[in-house]
């Protein structure tokens, strides 16, 4: 059984809030490395979630997310990837993208209702090392699409 992919994404939406309430949610994690990515010519700034805490946490929480911010997931390994909704409080849009940082496919994440459901769960359909959250929408009213390459705007800092 291919559970082992499912390793701590599943584990990333099923902690708790640790304590906020969607009024005390920070719009940026305080803990997050943020960096200006270019995707496609649109520049977007992304909060880095790339240790197993911020992973986890991803987007919980969040009251908003402005229009041109997002959270970039980097993996170590290519991979499928697994993600849900369960204690997200705002709609996303969510791109994959494989080891060259192309983007591979889109999926909308519409607001899960109840957090005494299981959420539905949103899977990668190619191997991944990279999936960047945004505002629902955000990828068709920018008109990226897959093919679509992201590069760190800052190449001094750029993750290898």
């Known amino acids: 059984m291919k559970t082992a992919y499912f390793f701590s994404l599943a584990c990333i939406f099923l902690s708790s809030l640790n304590g906020l309430s969607k009024t005390e949610a920070p719009p940026f994690s305080q803990e997050c490395i943020k960096k200006t990515i270019c995707l496609d010519g649109h520049h ?3 909060e ?3 240790t197993p805490e911020l992973l986890e946490k991803g987007l919980m929480g969040r009251p908003y997310l402005d229009k041109d911010h997002g959270m970039l997931f ?3 390994k290519p991979q499928i990837l697994y993600f849900w909704m369960k204690n997200t409080l705002i709609p996303l849009s969510i791109g994959f993208f494989d080891e060259s940082k192309q983007l591979t496919e ?3 994440m519409p607001l899960h209702e109840s957090n005494h459901d299981r ?4 899977k990668s ?4 090392c990279y999936a960047l959250e945004v505002p629902a929408g955000w990828f068709d009213d920018n008109k990226v699409y897959p093919g ?6 800052d190449q001094k800092n750029r993750l290898e």
């Open 148 to 153: 679509a390459k992201f590069s760190f705007h």
């Open 74 to 76: 980097v993996f170590k």
């Open 106 to 108: 889109i999926l909308d």
């Open 119 to 122: 959420a539905p769960i949103f």
């Open 125 to 128: 359909k190619h191997l991944s």
């Open 44 to 46: 977007l700034i992304a």
């Open 48 to 50: 880095i979630a790339d």
